[in-house]
Nanobody, 126 residues
Framework: QVHLVESGGGSVQAGGSLRLSCVTSGVTDNSNYMAWFRQTPGKDREGVASIGNSGVATYEDSVKGRFTISKDTAKKTLYLQMNSLKPEDTAMYLC????????????????????WGQGTQVTVSS
């Protein structure tokens, strides 16, 4: 059974940094695509960053140069380093994984993923 547990969220001022973690269990293939999404009330879930085979990363335009996705396969943990945070980054951040592993045509689209964590809240004040 797959479980994803996020942590690391919190409240920061604009310009600050946070590092989110997603500890996984039951993910049996290191080649799985994994991703971070964010969601605010009344809006669709938005893909922020994904990482696929060979560590290839994809980012949503508004976070390029500020966010970095990475994973530690030994620790079975996905990370999202978020720098230069802006108030518009405020959201619930969720990690997701696609299993079984396959190539994803749209790695930032939520429909590509079938396992989700509960999320961790990030609040950025101006």
């Amino acid at each position: 059974q797959v479980h994803l547990v996020e942590s690391g969220g919190g409240s920061v001022q604009a310009g600050g940094s946070l590092r989110l973690s997603c500890v996984t269990s039951g993910v049996t293939d290191n080649s799985n695509y994994m991703a971070w999404f964010r969601q605010t009330p009344g809006k669709d879930r938005e893909g922020v960053a994904s990482i696929g085979n060979s560590g290839v990363a994809t980012y949503e335009d508004s976070v390029k140069g500020r966010f970095t996705i990475s994973k530690d396969t030994a620790k079975k943990t996905l990370y999202l380093q978020m720098n230069s945070l802006k108030p518009e980054d405020t959201a619930m951040y969720l990690c997701a994984v696609r299993m079984p592993a396959r190539y994803l045509r749209q790695p930032l689209d939520s429909y590509e993923y079938n396992y989700w964590g509960q999320g961790t809240q990030v609040t950025v004040s101006s």
